[in-house]
């Protein structure tokens, strides 16, 4: 995330949650400076998820959370992108705009080695952006991608559109498109702080895998169930 990006996002917040939503993240920052927290890694059997897009399969049990959902999958469109020059001139700029210009090569970088970028277009505007890596190329050091496994990176919902419950609905759409190309299991991790990913990812389904963190330069992991 770029500086620029960073002082709009805070900006943001503070407009909508006042100064002791400030208070609250300094204090959490110093926390976690001094006592790094744990990240936590779910998987999710994609053929299982069901897809908002089709009635009837929706998690949702609730008729006017279900209206909700629904209007938001009318008023946003997923852009798979696996080159930046699949954009259209507007679009690009749209992109450059939302995620600060100094992103844009390491954007580059990734999708030219293999990565796929997740576009969430909201009419003119970026609503939000996720990263999918495949396959046993790439490696982390808590696990090893199979040729039909995917993890999500660096997952985030533009500021301006945050509250309105996009998330799940920009997930959804995303697995859905990893399915048509026959990945059947995605794992993602959070921050134990992050409650709205923690809340998207239980309503798609996610399961809990494993909790881990560096301390003293090495990873520490806790498999005890959530």
Same mark, same amino acid.
């Given at each position: 995330?770029?500086?620029?990006?960073?002082?709009?996002?805070?900006?943001?917040?503070?407009?909508?949650?006042?100064?002791?939503?400030? $208070?609250?993240?300094?204090?959490?920052?110093?926390?976690?400076?001094?006592?790094?927290?744990?990240?936590?890694?779910?998987?999710?059997?994609?053929?299982?998820?069901?897809?908002?897009?089709?009635?009837?399969?929706?998690?949702?049990?609730?008729?006017?959370?279900?209206?909700?959902?629904?209007?938001?999958?009318?008023?946003?469109?997923?852009?798979?992108?696996?080159?930046?020059?699949?954009?259209?001139?507007?679009?690009?700029?749209?992109?450059?705009?939302? $995620?600060?210009?100094?992103?844009?090569?390491?954007?580059?970088?990734?999708?030219?080695?293999?990565?796929?970028?997740?576009?969430?277009?909201?009419?003119?505007?970026?609503?939000?952006?996720?990263?999918?890596?495949?396959?046993?190329?790439?490696?982390?050091?808590?696990?090893?991608?199979?040729?039909?496994?995917?993890?999500?990176?660096?997952?985030?919902?533009?500021?301006?559109?945050?509250?309105?419950?996009?998330?799940?609905?920009?997930?959804?759409?995303?697995?859905?498109?990893?399915?048509?190309?026959?990945?059947?299991?995605?794992?993602?991790?959070?921050?134990?702080?992050?409650?709205?990913?923690?809340?998207?990812?239980?309503?798609?389904?996610?399961h809990f895998l494993l909790k881990y963190k560096m301390s003293r330069g090495q990873y520490r992991y806790d498999?005890?169930?959530?």
């Amino acid at each position: 995330m770029s500086v620029v990006e960073r002082i709009s996002e805070i900006s943001h917040r503070v407009q909508r949650e006042g100064f002791r939503w400030c $208070v609250k993240r300094l204090t959490q920052a110093i926390s976690d400076r001094l006592l790094p927290p744990w990240s936590i890694l779910y998987w999710l059997p994609v053929a299982d998820t069901p897809d908002l897009q089709v009635p009837g399969t929706s998690p949702i049990s609730n008729e006017h959370f279900r209206n909700i959902v629904s209007r938001l999958l009318k008023m946003v469109e997923l852009r798979v992108i696996k080159d930046l020059h699949e954009l259209k001139p507007h679009e690009y700029q749209a992109l450059q705009d939302n $995620v600060g210009a100094s992103a844009m090569p390491l954007y580059g970088q990734r999708l030219s080695q293999g990565a796929e970028l997740h576009v969430l277009f909201a009419g003119q505007h970026v609503a939000g952006t996720l990263f999918f890596v495949f396959g046993g190329s790439h490696r982390f050091q808590h696990m090893v991608l199979t040729d039909r496994d995917a993890m999500a990176l660096d997952g985030r919902i533009d500021p301006r559109f945050r509250g309105r419950g996009l998330y799940p609905v920009f997930l959804s759409l995303s697995i859905s498109a990893l399915h048509q190309k026959g990945i059947e299991r995605l794992f993602i991790e959070t921050s134990e702080h992050n409650e709205e990913a923690k809340r998207s990812f239980v309503c798609l389904g996610f399961h809990f895998l494993l909790k881990y963190k560096m301390s003293r330069g090495q990873y520490r992991y806790d498999i005890k169930a959530l």
